[in-house]
């Protein structure tokens, strides 16, 4: 069974970003951009990615994505109630993604990219760069995510205007094994894990309704094919257990669609939304869930596996 959760409120903006995370309490939360309001002169930036951390000393943190070519470090922890403080801005020319992984060390680190071709590491909780750009895209940097598995080097994966998917090292900096192409234009959401050691991601083209599934670990990966949507899908994320992993999507046909990652079939039904979702966060409370956020919709998704 599956279930549409409440929606967040009202809302008649186009949402483009969310987060999940969890205060020092265990409550869980979600991180949204405002949505797409009328502009004024004193403020023209709009949020187009938003991540969170949780610090060593207990504080939550996110990272906004700004089209004023800023990343703005927010503490959630004094008010949570009220709204986040930010603390710090620190600028990435063209940034368009951002998220965060952990490194060996066990702070957490944020990767931002965008049309600078590069990837660049912070340390969260000082808000200093770490290291050199990661380099090597030939076009705009549009998707990233993260494989982390206990035991297993975090890492990050990249896609780009260029079509192509690159592994990188969240601690070295350095590319890890080839570059993957076969994506047919450019990578507009991606999602990663760890799958008995290998990584895993999937990813979704621009105005292209199938979702495909790599195996970056192996030297030849054939991609497969994840077919249903009617219409370009424009998120994805990856959920569930280690030994069972979904794959979420939701697209321009508004529906939101759970799918078994190895097996590229549909689990659930398709559930309708009234809107075309722009992004997917995925957590874990009571069973599993995610939040949805896009164009006039804001909700929780709930579902549940059959059994196999």
Not at 40 to 56: E, G, M, N, Q
Not at 95 to 106: E, F, K, P, Q, Y
Not at 214 to 225: C, I, V
Request: hydrophobic residues 45%; charged residues 20%.
């Amino acid at each position: 069974g599956r279930e549409l959760g409440e929606e967040v409120g009202t809302h008649t903006h186009r949402m483009v970003a969310v987060a999940a995370g969890r205060l020092a309490d265990g409550t869980a939360i979600a991180v949204t951009d405002a949505g797409n309001s009328p502009r004024t002169a004193a403020r023209r930036d709009s949020i187009v990615a938003i991540a969170t951390a949780a610090l060593p000393d207990g504080r939550i943190v996110a990272i906004s994505a700004s089209t004023d070519d800023c990343l703005r470090f927010w503490d959630l922890t004094p008010c949570p109630d009220l709204g986040p403080r930010m603390s710090r801005t620190v600028s990435h020319s063209g940034v368009g993604s951002v998220i965060i992984a952990t490194r060996a060390d066990g702070r957490p680190a944020a990767i931002s990219a965008g049309r600078d071709r590069a990837l660049k590491i912070w340390d969260v909780q000082d808000v200093e760069r770490l290291g050199r750009d990661l380099a090597g895209h030939r076009g705009a940097v549009t998707a990233l995510a993260v494989a982390a598995a206990p035991g297993r080097r975090t890492v990050v994966v990249s896609g780009g205007e260029d079509t192509t998917l690159r592994t990188w090292s969240v601690d070295s900096g350095e590319q890890i094994g080839p570059t993957f192409h076969g994506n047919q234009r450019r990578i507009a959401a991606l999602a990663a894990t760890y799958v008995d050691g290998s990584v895993i991601a999937v990813s979704a083209c621009r105005e292209d309704s199938v979702v495909r599934r790599w195996n970056l670990s192996r030297t030849d990966p054939e991609p497969r094919e994840f077919i249903g949507h009617d219409g370009p899908v424009t998120a994805v994320a990856i959920a569930g257990s280690p030994e069972r992993p979904v794959v979420v999507t939701a697209g321009t046909d508004r529906t939101v669609r759970i799918w078994d990652l190895m097996s590229a079939e549909l689990i659930l039904d398709p559930m309708p939304v009234s809107g075309t979702v722009r992004a997917i966060a995925c957590f874990d409370a009571s069973g599993p869930s995610a939040v949805i956020a896009g164009d006039d919709v804001l909700a929780v998704v709930r579902w549940a596996l059959p059994l196999l």
